[in-house]
């Protein structure tokens, strides 16, 4: 990056995400939004769902080095629909999703 007076900045954006993802409070805040979308979750599953899905945390491995954790659920039919069950959508309405 040039300024005008023709001193020259380099930034080394690798860098900076690399030091942010390495940070513990980022990978304690990242974890923490994934258990608000699984309590939340929960909740939307005993009130629509009869309490029918186990819903878990999990952390993921990236090859970005990005700290990732993925809300899943054991149940298929609730999430996704079937001929014999109305389509919850559980997590995507966790997440606050449409």
Known sequence: MSRGDG???EID????FAT?????S???AVQQRATDI???ARRIDQRDGAGRATLRV???STGTGRVAYNVVSDDIEGEYGS???VRL???RRARGGR
């Open 38 to 40: 699984a309590a939340r």
């Open 26 to 28: 980022v990978r304690a």
């Open 89 to 91: 959508s559980t997590l």
């Open 83 to 85: 001929s014999t069950r």
């Open 20 to 24: 942010a993802m390495s940070q513990a």
């Open 58 to 60: 999990e952390k993921v």
């Open 13 to 16: 954006g690798d860098y900076i």
């Open 7 to 9: 001193i020259e900045i």
